[in-house]
């Protein structure tokens, strides 16, 4: 059983910055697609960065391209997001996620069978 958990959210300023982990445990993640995902007070949850465990292929919503990056240590099992230049509309739930999947399908929500609880990044202007 695969087990994820975030952390890193909290309370930050507009145009600050930000590092999420997610520690992942259970088993090999080689074949796996670590992710994170977002869901913003009243919408649904966003695709927002997800990474090939095996060979560091990376891919980033249109949204964070440029302002966000994924990255993983594979010795420590764990996942980052490192978030740059903060905007209020960064304001979210922050979810890891984990799925047996491609590099091609890494956006896809239903890809990823295994989440975390979620950490809360919220924006001040």
């Known amino acids: 059983q695969v087990q994820l958990v975030e952390s890193g959210g909290r309370l930050v300023q507009a145009g600050g910055s930000l590092r999420l982990s997610c520690a992942a445990s259970g088993r090999t993640f080689s074949p796996y697609a670590m992710a994170w995902f977002r869901q913003p007070p009243g919408k649904e949850r966003e695709f927002v960065a997800a990474?090939?465990?095996?060979?560091?292929?990376?891919t980033h919503a249109d949204s964070v391209r440029g302002r966000f990056t994924i990255s993983r240590d594979t010795a420590r099992n764990t996942v980052y997001l490192q978030m740059n230049s903060l905007k209020p509309e960064d304001t979210a739930v922050y979810y890891c996620?984990?799925?047996?999947?491609?590099?091609?399908?890494?956006?896809?929500?239903?890809?990823?069978?295994?989440w975390g609880q979620g950490t809360q990044v919220t924006l001040s202007s």
């Open positions: 990474i090939k465990w095996s060979v560091g292929i990376t």
């Open positions: 996620a984990a799925g047996r999947t491609a590099a091609q399908t890494m956006r896809r929500i239903d890809v990823y069978d295994y």
